[in-house]
């Protein structure tokens, strides 16, 4: 057995989380003119579909700052104050505690909730506790999610500002299509491999792997603190040497110092693969990142 240092998967993020707070939403949209709509998305995914759907009309922010873990967020009393000044927050309730509990606190404006849109199932039942019982949130792994979303939000966006409804609705079939293609290139790129396991830092790719007929197992849950126990390493090496696994995925907001040891002892390969929880290359945006994963998990599960 390897021995594992504890609590090395957490995060040092908590100080970027709690003083980096990203610019406050723009006054202008992209086009210059001053925004009809100042978005503040929960998270990543969520910004990328605001921004698509509200394009030149919208102003859009980031209550995850950029870089940083959303699951188990902290949230300033500037980043609260500036949930109750825009004119619409996109989130997912029961993802991240400290955005419901801002929402309920102060009451923004307007809210699009895309949760029920998401379709979230419960995690399964090998993520860790405390995760067992509640809903899986990483629906914008799957493209089909991610479009169902965008729909909710473009509904939204035109109810709040009528006036530019029909471009809302527009973006919204663009965003759709780009998704579509997405979802096909992953359909036809997954179809035939030699292996269908993923061993990953933290099982992000629930929805992911249902879609494409992939199985994940994770070295955390569906929260990428919590820590693995032996029993789940126990498990993860059984799983490995079963299904002939070649790649243990690690990903940039997780340590990869199991990962690390865990491929170095049973003579693996790691490889980076994002759960877009964040951005965290700025010249890249959802769907640049989703293609990359596309070419990592080809390559790891050796697809024709
Ligand atoms: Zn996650």
Request: proline fraction near 7%; include cysteine.
């Amino acid at each position: 057995m390897i021995s594992l240092p504890r609590r090395t998967l957490v995060l040092p993020v908590l100080a970027a989380v709690t003083l980096s707070a990203c610019a406050p939403s723009a006054p202008t949209g992209t086009n210059g003119e001053p925004a009809s709509l100042k978005v503040l998305a929960s998270f990543y995914p969520l910004h990328y579909v605001a921004e698509r759907v509200g394009g030149e009309e919208s102003a859009v922010g980031s209550v995850t700052p950029p870089g940083a873990d959303p699951h188990n967020l902290e949230l300033s009393p500037a980043k609260v104050a500036e949930l109750a000044d825009a004119s619409v927050l996109v989130y997912a309730s029961g993802f991240q505690a400290a955005v419901d509990e801002a929402v309920s606190q102060v009451s923004p404006e307007q809210t699009i909730d895309v949760a029920d849109a998401a379709d979230l199932s419960p995690a399964d039942g090998s993520s860790s506790a405390p995760d067992s019982g509640g809903a899986d949130p990483h629906f914008w792994l799957d493209p089909q999610r991610l479009a169902a979303v965008a729909d909710v939000v473009a509904q939204g966006f035109s109810e709040i500002d009528p006036e530019n409804g029909e471009t809302y609705r527009a973006n919204a079939q663009e965003l759709s299509q780009d998704l579509s293609s997405l979802d096909e290139e992953f359909s036809t790129g997954l179809a035939d491999c030699e292996r269908r396991t993923i061993v990953v830092a933290h099982e992000a790719y629930g929805y992911l792997a249902d879609r494409y007929g992939l199985k994940q197992t994770g070295i955390s849950g569906i929260d990428p603190e919590s820590e693995p126990a032996p029993a789940r390493i126990a498990k993860l090496r059984r799983v490995i040497e079963g299904r002939n696994v070649t790649t243990i995925f690690t990903e940039s907001l997780v340590n990869p110092k199991v990962a690390e040891v865990l491929a170095s002892d049973l003579g693996m390969k790691t490889a980076l693969l994002d759960p877009l929880e964040s951005l965290t290359d700025p010249g890249k945006d959802y769907l640049d990142v989703m293609r990359n994963n596309l070419a990592a998990l080809r390559g790891a599960l050796n697809c024709e």
